[in-house]
């Protein structure tokens, strides 16, 4: 198998640089007809496979709302990665996991380990333990050809606290996890394995001109963000390795699986600049 980032490369060429979000927020299920339940939710998420599946580069369930629902929830997940991944389609689990190392290393495991019910091509990590706390998480995914994105500058208003803080170097403590993140993709040919998330809602962004990675960026649509921020953080020589991704906006539409493939193309035309 090749490594996660050549193969995420290869799909933004195919079918351009657009992440979707599975988050089955029960307001969404509401509007959808469908019941606040584990059958609701697996109806939610059957539709969403239908509509997304082989329409974008990566398919990110948000792992959150599926858990709100204990057992149930967690195997309508299973079922909903793997479906996805048995067709070819990248799947990134926004699981956002941090931990002391020991306890990354099991979070790892959940996610990227070829044994696992719930593995993933790739998880969205938080380096706020300390990045080296990732080690057991990058090791793993290095070895199973899958992939991490590490949040580094993230949406939230409330983020900028800790990531925006300056350390003794004058350097930012986000842009230490990005360019932790570049370290680790070195050498590598086309994108390497460990990405970062940036916010497009943010005022300014670390430099990312050295990563040589993917840079998910959400915070597109609802909360604010639109192509001209994407253009604006990123700059020009990064264009290429950037994953606009949305969620809410594209879910509103649903739950005709019609409606909701025009709101992915819609939202892919608004980022083929991405790929000029
Ligand atoms: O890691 C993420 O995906 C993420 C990072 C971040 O900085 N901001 C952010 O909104 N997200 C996730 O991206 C999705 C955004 O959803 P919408 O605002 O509905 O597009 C949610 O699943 C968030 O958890």
Redesign the pocket.
């Known amino acids: 198998m090749k490594d996660f980032g050549s193969r995420l490369s290869g799909a933004m060429a195919h079918r351009g640089a657009l992440c979707v979000?599975i988050?089955p927020h029960p307001e969404l299920l509401r509007a959808w007809q469908l019941p606040v339940t584990p059958e609701g939710l697996e109806q939610f998420a059957e539709i969403c496979v239908e509509a997304f599946d082989g329409e974008v580069a990566m398919i990110?369930p948000?792992v959150?709302f599926f858990e709100a629902f204990g057992s149930a929830g967690i195997a309508v997940l299973e079922r909903t990665i793997s479906v996805l991944t048995a067709s070819g389609t990248l799947v990134l689990a926004?699981a956002?996991r941090g931990d002391i190392g020991s306890t990354m290393a099991a979070y790892a495991r959940s996610w990227l380990s070829e044994d696992s019910p719930l593995r993933s091509d790739a998880v969205?990590v938080s380096p706020y333990l300390g990045f080296g706390s990732l080690e057991p998480a990058l090791t793993l995914a290095h070895n199973t050809h899958r992939g991490v994105?590490v949040?580094a500058a993230?949406?939230?208003p409330e983020?900028a606290q800790v990531q925006s803080a300056t350390r003794p170097d004058g350097r930012t403590v986000g842009q230490t996890v990005v360019d932790e993140a570049a370290a680790r993709n070195a050498g590598a040919h086309h994108l390497g394995s460990v990405g970062v998330?940036v916010?497009a809602t943010l005022g300014h962004a670390p430099d990312l001109g050295k990563l040589n990675g993917p840079i998910?960026m959400?915070?597109?649509?609802?909360?604010g963000g639109g192509p001209d921020d994407v253009r604006r953080l990123v700059g020009d020589s990064n264009l290429k390795a950037v994953v606009p991704?949305?969620?809410?906006?594209i879910?509103r539409a649903g739950p005709s699986v019609t409606a909701l493939r025009d709101a992915v193309h819609k939202s892919a035309e608004d980022f083929a600049f991405l790929q000029a």
């Open positions: 979000g988050d990110k948000q959150a926004d956002k969205t994105f949040i993230t949406s939230n983020g998330v916010g998910l959400p915070g597109v649509g609802v909360q991704s949305v969620s809410r906006e879910l």
